[in-house]
Every structure is written in C-alpha cells, then in structure tokens.
C-alpha cells in the first residue's frame, strides 16, 4: 500500500522557519519525483516545490523561490521542505505527491495530474 505522510506543520511567526517531512512507503521511492502543494483556504491547491527522483533537479514556485528549499534522502524515503522568512501569506495545508512517472530523468512539474499518490496534508499557519 502506497502511502505518504507529512508533518513538521505548526503555528508560527512571520519571518519564522519551519521544516516539513514526508515520509513514503509502499513503492519505489528512488524513481518517483515528489512534489509539495498547498491549499490556503478558500483556495485552489498549487503547487509549490518538486524534487526529481535523485535529488538534482528542482523546480519552484516563484512565491517560494529564494525561501524554501526541497531536498530528499532516498535512503530514509523521506523528502524534506524547508521553510524560511514564512509570510501569512503561506499559510495553508501542505501536501506531498509522488509522481505518475517513474523517471530517473524526468522531473515532474507542478500540476496536480502529474502525480498519483497523496499524503493527508499537514497545517502550517502564519502568523503576522
């Protein structure tokens, strides 16, 4: 059974950091990309960083660049987020995906139908 799961949410102060974590079993961690997406309420999700399956490639959201930073260790199936100088403006639910493709070359992008499999999200609030 594939699963993904996050934490690492919270509550904190704008300017503040915070890391999140996703945790994945049940399938071939090292030749999927994972992906993190949020959901601010009242929103749509977007789609906010994505790792390719090594770990050398990278893609951001331009509301995130300069900010966050995405890595992976693929021995400990897990994929990190962290988070700096967080805004208000962050705040929402933060999901991990791993992708459709299994690629040890392709890096997926930040759209939703690129991607399978889904944690349960985990809440991060900003506050001013």
């Known amino acids: 059974e594939v699963q993904l799961e996050e934490s690492g949410g919270g509550l904190v102060q704008a300017g503040g950091s915070l890391r999140l974590s996703c945790a994945a079993s049940?399938?071939?961690?090292?030749?999927?990309?994972i992906g993190w997406f949020r959901q601010a309420p009242g929103k749509e999700r977007e789609g906010v960083s994505v790792?390719?399956?090594?770990?050398?490639?990278?893609l951001y959201a331009d509301s995130v660049k300069g900010r966050f930073t995405i890595s992976r260790n693929n021995a400990k199936n897990t994929v990190y987020l962290q988070m700096n100088s967080l805004k208000p403006e962050d705040t929402a639910v933060y999901y991990c995906?791993?992708?459709?493709?299994?690629?040890?070359?392709?890096?997926?992008?930040?759209?939703?139908?690129?991607?399978?499999?889904w944690g349960q999200g985990t809440r991060v609030a900003v506050s001013s």
């Open positions: 995906a791993a992708s459709r493709t299994y690629s040890y070359t392709v890096i997926p992008g930040l759209r939703e139908i690129e991607y399978d499999y």
């Open positions: 049940g399938f071939t961690f090292d030749g999927h990309g």
């Open positions: 790792i390719s399956s090594r770990g050398g490639t990278t």
